[in-house]
């Protein structure tokens, strides 16, 4: 296996070991050549480090699950103290079920950079995602408030989505509305309170939402299933039967389905994590 570019392994034949010297072939022995685990001192190990990180995450995207550790393993190595590391190592061991383990590598990765909003979203993400929605607000708040955090707006929506599941209504709206003036195309955001807006009967807003969701992202189960009532309420036969037709051919499962709550119609939202969940191709990342 390829551990990096860059490593040359030489191989020398002296002269004087094949001649049979007894000190020659002690000096030959002596020349073997280096295992590849062994790096040579100028080897930029942080950027090493996330190559693994990138490699092990698109390995656990394709279920390569051994092949993934490995890599994680790989990076942890290269730089333990890089927060990066340890909280794709906490991905990892979320995903294949060991929870206590996922856990102590997140804190790993704030207890290194307690101020970043990486680390934070991250550790929020995960711990909402064991139902503990108080304290991974907490989190998601704390990510906020990392003036280098670039994605307030993604962090706003974790933390709606997480509290909507409690269910904290008015304090989703809130932070939903708020990652909404930080960045108009957060498509969860939309959904999720065009979703409130129609259980609160507020159908002008819930089609606005709604609306907004359509232009700019693919219809999911929940955006059609809001979009049949939306028209049963209008009155708009053909957008009842054309949004049907979609929920029948794209998501057969969910298409018996009623629309009750966010938490309760099929999945709830994903979040948005750092980890490359999205992580396997720097898809929605907090920049790995």
């Known amino acids: 296996m390829n551990h990096g570019k860059g490593f040359l392994i030489a191989t020398f034949c002296l002269l004087a070991a094949c001649s049979g010297n007894k000190d020659d072939k002690n000096l030959a022995l002596n020349s073997q050549s280096p295992s ?3 790096l040579p001192e100028s080897i930029d190990h ?6 693994n990180v990138e490699l092990g995450l698109n390995y656990l995207k394709q279920e390569q699950v051994s092949r993934a550790k490995s890599k994680l393993l790989r990076a942890k190595k290269l730089a333990p103290d890089l927060p990066e590391v340890h909280y794709s190592y906490g991905y990892f061991l979320e995903y294949v079920g ?12 704030v207890s290194l950079n307690p101020k970043g909003g990486n680390e934070r979203n991250n550790l929020g993400a995960f711990l909402c995602r064991q139902h503990q929605y108080r304290k991974a607000e907490k989190e998601f708040l704390k990510a906020i408030d990392d003036p280098n955090y670039p994605n307030t707006a993604e962090a706003l929506e ?31 955001a939309l959904l999720e309170l065009a979703m409130i ?3 609160e009967k507020q159908y002008q807003q819930a089609n606005e939402y709604h609306q907004r969701f359509a232009q700019i992202a693919r219809p999911n189960a929940r955006f059609l299933l809001l979009g049949i009532e939306l028209a049963k309420r209008s009155g708009d036969k053909n957008k009842v039967a054309s949004y049907q037709l979609l929920l029948n051919n794209q998501f057969p499962e ?10 309760k119609l099929g999945a709830a939202p994903k979040l948005e994590t750092a980890t490359k969940e999205n992580m396997a191709a720097k898809l929605q990342t907090a920049r790995l």
């Open 36 to 38: 590849m685990y062994d």
């Open 46 to 51: 942080i950027k090493a480090a996330k190559l």
């Open 98 to 109: 060991e929870i206590p383990a996922a856990e102590k590598s997140y804190q790993k990765a």
């Open 158 to 188: 974790n933390a709606g989505v997480c509290v909507n599941q409690i269910p904290d209504v008015a304090k989703a709206v809130e932070y939903f509305e708020k990652s909404l003036r930080y960045d108009a195309n957060r498509s969860t």
């Open 197 to 199: 807006r129609y259980q």
């Open 254 to 263: 969910s298409a018996k389905a009623k629309l009750t709550t966010a938490t």
